[in-house]
């Protein structure tokens, strides 16, 4: 972390001298969740109120062996927080798919650690098709694609990306149903799915509205008007960039109305 704006940084979560793969999220009141590879430092997950003071609460029952762990927090209850776990050395079809699963954690009291929150694993809902190789079961390439959304209206619609894109509208229920919406077209062959492009890395909903959302992958940029629908249609925004594993992007946050990107 920094606190004079970049000048100096330290390390207060993982290690420099191992390979950590790490991913952060905060939440609108400044509560922060951190999630570390098993075989760094500090690893699973922790919660701090103000950056200073963490607080372990990785859950009983999870994984010894995981790798990459990517963080969704619910905007309409900041109390719920998703995690994608890769690599992990569940049993699968119990509790994983393809060494892959999700909990869901809802803070309750504290420091969230122990009754203080309380976790769902929902891995073995995961998608499970027969097909293709690297296109049936949910797979991220060792962790490669990885990605986690919550829809802004409710903490239980749920966006996860992998190789293909999926959606549930329901988390709550006991094994979710998952319906995939982007990356490959179908389980059955390599075909893409229409405007869409495999290897999700990022996603987000436009600011303002519960449907409209917008996905990050290896094809580049693409849109979708109603992520709820039936069958999701996208429209393709690269307009002519042609470099579309892009891994970095900025604007003009001082200029009112500057288009420039």
Do not use: C
């Not at 590879?37 to 699973?44: V, Y």
């Not at 995981?66 to 119990?94: E, K």
């Not at 891995?123 to 293709?132: D, E, I, K, W, Y």
């Not at 249609?233 to 891994?247: D, I, K």
């Amino acid at each position: 972390k920094s606190t004079n704006g970049g000048t100096n940084w330290t390390t207060v979560r993982g290690s420099l001298t191992n390979n950590s793969a790490t991913d952060v999220q905060v939440t609108t009141s400044g509560v922060v969740y951190a999630a570390i590879n098993s075989a760094s430092t500090n690893p699973g997950i922790s919660r701090s109120p103000d950056v200073v003071t963490w607080t372990s609460i990785t859950p009983a029952g999870f994984p010894t062996v995981y790798g990459r762990i990517v963080i969704g927090i619910a905007p309409s209850n900041q109390n719920a927080v998703y995690f994608l776990v890769q690599g992990t050395n569940g049993t699968n079809g119990v509790d994983q798919i393809n060494g892959h699963q999700i909990w869901k954690y809802t803070y309750v009291s504290g420091d969230g650690s122990g009754a203080g929150g309380t976790w769902a694993n929902k891995g073995v809902s995961l998608p499970n098709q027969t097909g293709a190789t690297n296109n049936a079961e949910f797979s991220t390439q060792t962790g490669y694609d990885m990605a986690v959304q919550v829809k802004p209206d409710n903490e239980n619609f749920v966006i996860i990306g992998g190789v293909n894109l999926y959606k549930t509208a329901d988390f709550s229920v006991a094994t979710p149903t998952w319906t995939r919406l982007g990356g490959y077209a179908t389980a059955a062959n390599y075909g893409l799915y229409l405007n869409h492009h495999p290897d999700q890395h990022s996603g987000f909903f436009r600011p303002g509205s519960n449907v409209i959302f917008y996905s990050g992958h290896d094809g580049g940029l693409t849109k979708t008007s109603d992520v709820t629908a039936g069958t999701v249609a996208w429209s393709v925004l690269n307009n002519g960039y042609t470099t579309s594993q892009f891994y970095t992007i900025a604007i003009d946050h001082a200029t009112s109305g500057d288009n420039v990107i």
